[in-house]
């Protein structure tokens, strides 16, 4: 587990940017560092070791020394791609999974990735031909971009090791400010960074010679295979089977391996299985005050399982005072309210264990969010009412005042690709124009993402759902912060869930295998009532609670929201007077706190990156990492 950096075509950059870029994702690799350079190429690596600490330094080499490696993440089934190439005559100086990479590459070049079993985002320079080719895992669990402003290439595990890069022109693209206030994160390639673009999921890029930069998917998940002959029964069987050996495969490591625990199906599946190999450690974040706190729930679980749980704490404090730090690590705005817990569950993780297990994915592969139920009333309300019925009275609906099945007439008259409510999920169209300073950038947010429902136009509802989380929700906001909050604390978190084994069983369950009436993840729930206690494997979803919309209504955290919502920044981009109606309709009782946490954070976020438009007090991003 590590970070890399790199650039090319740079002559005139002084000789120490790229130790400089390094440092600046140290957290992603603190044992460790080196650098490769020629006349057309630079790379810089920091390396977190968990296989084989001695050797798999990099960057590293191909047999003939003309392709050059930086490499981040976990290769599952290297041994089996490693059986493969020996039988092609290439011999092994280690027992990291990165030479598995570099030969592979040599041999095969990007149909490398069609063999591939983890996560992994990779850059390779070919000396011979100077073109640089860097890949994504096929979900997104580990991060790459590149900065390509037709002038300057830059890549990076993260976006902020840019800024010491002398030709990185950091620009603010404000255009997207109304596609993050509506989604809480950007879907698509673009970031809040201008000419700074992600590697999306299962895509790779070759940045050739002449200065022009190429992307191609070479995986895609999608429901193409779906069965509609599988039983709830069936299915469950199966997916033990899988879980199983997808915890096995996590759980390689030379270095203790622990696992997060909630209260939910997903950890404690996950343990439970893990526990089965070696005894394994649990970590469990919870308040004091117990109506917000699910370690009751854990503790009991590791307990009956035999197996030592260690729980955690926080206050509203540590919240609150840690957030302008978690804004830098996240590298975009990112309004989930658990990524907090998530940064400190992590941070004391990594005081006994370097690797940690969690149970992120199941509820995208396997239908475990309760909206995927409001797809029956609709469903039915579509079959039993003309289109033209429900075009007019949600027409009416909309310009009456609010009463009881207002916004079902509404939304019923829309198409799923603007209905579904992760499309509008903090501010919708009317909103954003309400607070926006500048209203004309406001767009159209169903139809930014659009295309991923005409994907699946022919697929029934619920599946349209979890395609559209799965494609949105999993990689940009579930992943991405898991990804951020461990990395900033040296932790490598792997998701067995979240994997290749286990998307390609997924995608073959019909929707009744899925999702019942008034259940979700039925077949995973029937799984793991085999292994784990009732009361656990029929749980109901509680996310990762947080007392976070009680503490915006006190102080001193309401007097922190207030101040941040007459700052420099919010003036410069909101109508602020909007800002402080929707605080107080939440101090009033009307539950506002995801709109407000999105504010707030974004301006956070602001100030820490863009100080110079600011007189807020940040920390010197120089120092950061160290807070």
């Not at 909103?431 to 926006?436: G, H, M």
């Not at 295309?451 to 929700?473: A, C, P, R, S």
């Amino acid at each position: 587990m590590c970070g890399f950096v790199g650039y090319v075509n740079q002559k005139d950059v002084p000789t120490n940017t790229i130790n400089s870029m390094a440092d600046r994702i140290k957290h992603r690799g603190p044992d460790d560092e080196a650098y490769f350079h020629d006349e057309q190429a630079v790379m810089g690596f920091r390396r977190l070791s968990i296989i084989d600490l001695a050797h798999g330094k990099q960057p590293m080499y191909n047999r003939d020394q003309t392709k050059v490696l930086t490499f981040n993440g976990e290769i599952y089934n290297y041994q089996e791609i490693r059986a493969d190439l020996q039988k092609l005559g290439y011999e092994f100086q280690t027992d990291v999974d990165s030479e598995v990479l570099i030969h592979g590459y040599d041999a095969w070049g990007p149909k490398l990735l069609d063999r591939l079993r983890g996560m992994y985002a990779f850059v390779i320079y070919d000396k011979t031909t100077n073109e640089v080719f860097g890949a994504r895992d096929h979900f997104g669990i580990k991060p790459l971009y590149y900065y390509d402003d037709g002038d300057t290439f830059l890549w990076a595990s993260e976006i902020k090791a840019f800024l010491e890069h002398p030709n990185f022109k950091k620009e603010f693209n404000e255009a997207l400010l109304p596609i993050h206030l509506s989604f809480e994160f950007i879907p698509s390639r673009d970031t809040m960074f201008k000419n700074v673009y992600k590697v999306l999921p299962g895509q790779y890029f070759i940045h050739h010679a002449n200065g022009e930069t190429e992307t191609h998917r070479y995986f895609k998940f999608n429901y193409d295979h779906i069965d509609n002959t599988q039983t709830v029964e069936a299915d469950a069987k199966k997916i033990r089977g899988i879980v199983d050996e997808s915890v096995k495969a996590h759980m390689i490591a030379d270095v203790e391996v622990g696992s997060f625990l909630s209260s939910g199906i997903d950890s404690s599946y996950v343990l439970n299985e893990a526990s089965k190999l070696k005894p394994i450690q649990s970590f469990s974040l919870g308040f004091k005050n117990s109506k917000y706190s699910e370690l009751s729930w854990s503790t009991e679980f590791a307990k009956e399982i035999k197996q030592k749980n260690t729980p955690l704490y926080m206050t509203g404090d540590d919240y609150f005072d840690i957030l302008p730090t978690i804004m830098y690590y996240m590298d975009e705005p990112l309004s989930n309210p658990s990524a907090m817990q998530l940064y400190y569950l992590s941070k004391g993780t990594r005081k006994s264990v370097k690797v940690a297990l969690s149970g992120e994915g199941a509820d995208e592969f396997f239908g475990g969010y309760n909206t995927y139920l409001e797809a029956i009333p609709f469903e039915r309300y579509q079959k039993w009412v003309p289109k033209g019925i429900r075009k007019m009275l949600g027409g009416i609906a909309e310009k009456l005042p609010r009463f009881h099945g207002r916004r079902f007439l509404v939304r019923g008259a829309q198409p799923l690709s603007e209905r579904y409510y992760r499309v509008n999920y903090v501010f919708d169209y009317h909103d954003r124009n309400k607070i926006l300073k500048n209203p004309s950038l406001n767009q159209d947010a169903g139809a930014y993402t659009k295309h991923l429902f005409d994907d699946v136009k022919g697929l029934d509802e619920m599946t349209q759902m979890q395609y559209f989380d799965i494609n949105t929700w999993l990689p940009y906001d579930i992943l991405h912060k898991a990804d951020r909050m461990s990395m900033a604390n040296s932790l490598e978190v792997r998701t067995p869930l979240v994997d290749k084994e286990v998307a390609k069983f997924a995608a073959t369950m019909p929707v009744k295998t899925r999702i019942h009436a008034d259940e979700t993840k039925v077949s995973l729930r029937t799984a793991a009532e085999a292994e784990l206690p009732e009361r656990v494997a029929k749980k109901e979803k509680m996310g990762f609670p947080s007392p976070i919309a009680t503490w915006i209504k006190t102080e001193p955290y309401k007097s922190r929201i207030i101040e941040a919502f007459n700052s420099d920044v919010a003036h410069k981009f909101f109508n602020t007077d909007a800002l402080m109606e929707i605080l107080h309709e939440h101090i009033n009782g009307k539950s506002s706190m995801q709109k407000i946490f999105t504010i707030y954070t974004f301006i956070l976020w602001y100030e820490v990156y863009f100080p110079e438009d600011t007189t807020a007090k940040t920390v010197d991003l120089v120092h950061r990492t160290q807070v």
